[in-house]
């Protein structure tokens, strides 16, 4: 389903993720993680983070899917003024998705949005600044768990 032809002809839909959404919200994770950041390691193994989501993510965090045709495509977790994850599958980028979890995640949060993200992910910086985000603080990665430098979006309405 991550075709580009495929993508264009499915209708999407946002909703909150429940329980049964662990594994397919962790999986879509797990794939776009290692397609836009191939060069960064990852801290956790797939397993590690499969049970990240199914006891940690889905119950604690407000968490959404974009789903298509029954598959996760994307993934949006809040936590208190914190964007923590937006995720889409591969394939499944440049199709308004993001724009969409972003808006939601907006009216979610409308005192603004904090996040971190790292900064070799450069597509990432371009979208949160189309979004409004602006840059608050760039660190040398010695306080996240991969080791790897970042940057901290700020956006506030």
């Not at 594994?23 to 049970?51: I, K, N």
């Not at 993510?57 to 809040?78: H, K, N």
């Not at 003024?81 to 499944?92: H, K, M, R, S």
């Amino acid at each position: 389903m991550d075709t580009p032809a495929a993508a264009a002809a499915v209708e999407t839909r946002i909703r909150r993720a429940t329980p049964a959404d662990a594994a397919g919200t962790a999986e879509t994770w797990l794939r776009s993680y290692d397609a836009a950041l191939p060069t960064v390691r990852r801290a956790h193994t797939d397993d590690e983070v499969r049970d990240y989501f199914r006891y940690v993510v889905i119950p604690e965090r407000e968490t959404w899917v974009t789903e298509a045709a029954g598959e996760i495509v994307g993934m949006m977790v809040l936590h208190e003024n914190w964007l923590d994850q937006l995720y889409l599958a591969p394939g499944w980028r440049g199709r308004g998705l993001g724009a969409r979890l972003m808006t939601l995640a907006k009216e979610r949060s409308p005192s603004g949005l904090d996040l971190w993200t790292f900064q070799i992910n450069t597509p990432a910086h371009r979208f949160y600044e189309r979004h409004g985000f602006a840059v608050a603080e760039r660190t040398d990665g010695s306080g996240n768990e991969e080791r790897e430098p970042d940057v901290r979006y700020v956006w506030r309405p």
